[in-house]
């Protein structure tokens, strides 16, 4: 009977293992190779500019609040919150991004434990395109600077 109830608590231990790293997402890391890691300050002149700002979140958050001016090119992701993701389990439409691969432009979502700005980087890196600024504290960092939303 105790090797019975011994038994369900490790079968309890490894489900709620397993499921808090579904849960408990990792934080993007701190810098990508090949691309600027660029702060709201940094964005907004380069907004000003006339550079290119995208929002890589789900349309109906950017529909909510955005970032005046911002594009919304969704990054649709299945792939594993982790550097090492497999980019064919996701979307990104790169035919909406400028066709000049030298273009800067500025890719952002909900910072921390966000990914789609960071895969949307990594995809468009890929791609060719050459002037990449990925806005890590993104929509988060935007707000608490004070800036325009839309």
């Given at each position: 009977?105790?090797?019975?109830?011994?038994?369900?608590?490790?079968?309890?231990v490894?489900?709620?293992t397993?499921?808090s790293?579904?849960?408990?997402?990792?934080?993007?890391?701190?810098?990508?190779?090949?691309?600027?890691?660029?702060s709201?300050?940094?964005?907004?002149?380069m907004l000003?500019?006339?550079?290119?700002?995208?929002?890589?979140?789900v349309?109906?958050?950017?529909?909510?609040?955005?970032?005046?001016?911002?594009?919304n090119?969704?990054y649709?992701?299945?792939s594993?919150?982790?550097?090492?993701?497999?980019?064919?389990?996701?979307?990104?439409?790169?035919s909406?991004?400028?066709s000049?691969?030298?273009?800067?432009i500025?890719?952002?979502?909900?910072?921390?434990e966000?990914?789609k700005s960071?895969?949307?980087?990594v995809?468009?890196?890929?791609?060719g395109?050459?002037k990449?600024?990925?806005?890590r504290?993104?929509?988060?960092?935007?707000?608490?600077?004070?800036f325009?939303v839309?």
């Amino acid at each position: 009977m105790r090797f019975q109830a011994f038994r369900k608590w490790i079968a309890f231990v490894f489900l709620m293992t397993g499921f808090s790293t579904i849960c408990w997402s990792v934080e993007t890391p701190k810098s990508l190779n090949g691309v600027k890691v660029v702060s709201a300050t940094e964005v907004k002149k380069m907004l000003e500019s006339g550079v290119l700002v995208v929002d890589t979140r789900v349309p109906v958050e950017f529909a909510e609040k955005s970032i005046k001016g911002a594009k919304n090119i969704p990054y649709k992701e299945l792939s594993a919150k982790d550097v090492v993701f497999d980019a064919s389990k996701d979307s990104f439409d790169l035919s909406k991004l400028p066709s000049d691969k030298s273009a800067t432009i500025v890719l952002f979502c909900n910072a921390g434990e966000c990914w789609k700005s960071y895969k949307a980087s990594v995809v468009a890196l890929k791609a060719g395109y050459t002037k990449l600024c990925w806005f890590r504290g993104g929509f988060p960092e935007w707000v608490a600077a004070g800036f325009p939303v839309q």
